[in-house]
């Protein structure tokens, strides 16, 4: 608990001084070792450390990050940050964290470089004795100027990992969005298939009631329905402006296009030019084609509205033609 308390407060300092708004870049960050030629992975030393000194307090994953302070041998100084950053709804929260200088031991066998120990030093009064013993005598103003009031190098190492973290955290969210995408594409087409008629009713998801409306061109007509009164392709329908307007599309149009979050007439374009109330909803523009197509005249539009569960449901369908 001591050491920990000691990494806390030590760390807690190079976050005060980042909060100065003072951005420096130490000379190297993760600069690799080479011994006996053979190159020591930075990836290592740093999986190493936050296996053996790091230490967590909400559940995450500790990353180190170092800058080189020399090597005498088989044995690689460094002053490294480690850091303890959560994504927690879409954003970065701190954890834990430690700086401080660290030494490795490193052997090589078979032309493979590998960490065997790491030693760090102690707290308290034992701090400076325990540097003067475990570095040679050439770094120790390095470990002293880093641990003192010169914080360059441990700010430059924390920015570092945080700049790590919310690249992590940007790939997560386009994998997200992704795979997202996919889902409600899928779910679109699916709607498209039934009907069609090549899909059973139980295949598509339906909310407990959907909207079904024709774009302003056509009336803007609207109707709500039971998921019930929509189980047959025919039922979907809707009176808008004197007419009657079947959804379903008409046969001989073979060629399919969607596109999660757009819109179709004709050409594509935003929902929220013409259904602004559906557009904050996740949607999914589609449109058929016959296969030798030559006019817009030819095509049918559709835009599916789905919830946002995990398993999206159609909550309103917009309907929209070429030139009403």
């Known amino acids: 608990m001591q050491t920990n308390l000691f990494y806390a407060v030590l760390f807690a300092g190079v976050l005060a001084f980042i909060g100065c708004g003072r951005r420096q870049s130490p000379a190297a960050i993760n600069q690799p070792f080479t011994v006996n030629g053979v190159v020591v992975e930075p990836d290592s030393l740093n999986m190493y450390l936050a296996a053996h000194r790091g230490f967590t307090s909400r559940g995450g994953e ?19 940050v480690c850091n303890e ?19 490795f031991e490193i052997k090589v066998d078979s032309a493979r470089a590998r960490v065997v120990g790491v030693e760090v030093p102690e707290d308290g009064n034992r701090y ?8 040679p005598e050439r770094i120790w103003p390095q470990i002293f100027e880093a641990s003192g009031r010169d914080r360059q190098r441990g700010v430059a190492l924390a920015d570092h990992l945080r700049e790590e973290a919310e690249a992590r955290l940007r790939a997560a969210s386009a994998r997200e969005v992704s795979r997202s995408d996919a889902t409600l594409d899928s779910a679109a087409r699916s709607v498209v298939e039934f009907l069609r008629g090549n899909a059973s009713f139980e295949q598509i998801e339906l909310s407990d009631t959907v909207t079904l409306s024709v774009a302003p061109e056509g009336g803007s007509g609207s109707a709500t329905f039971s998921r019930e009164q929509l189980r047959w392709p025919s039922a979907w329908r809707v009176r808008s402006a004197g007419h009657v307007f079947a959804l379903a599309p008409p046969p001989g149009l073979t060629k399919l296009t969607t596109k999660v979050g757009r819109h179709y007439n004709c050409g594509e374009q935003s929902l929220a030019a013409k259904f602004p109330r559906f557009a904050r909803l996740p949607h999914v523009g589609t449109g058929l084609q016959p296969t030798n197509m030559s006019s817009c005249l030819q095509t049918w539009n559709m835009t599916f509205v789905f919830d946002t569960s995990s398993r999206p449901r159609l909550v309103a369908a917009a309907y929209d033609q070429w030139e009403w």
């Open 85 to 103: 950053l959560l994504a927690v709804d879409g954003r970065l929260l701190q954890g834990s964290g430690m700086g401080r200088a660290a030494a």
């Open 62 to 80: 500790m990353r180190c990050a170092y800058s080189p302070l020399g090597q005498q041998g088989a044995r690689v100084f460094v002053w490294a």
């Open 128 to 135: 400076a004795p325990s540097i003067r013993r475990i570095f």
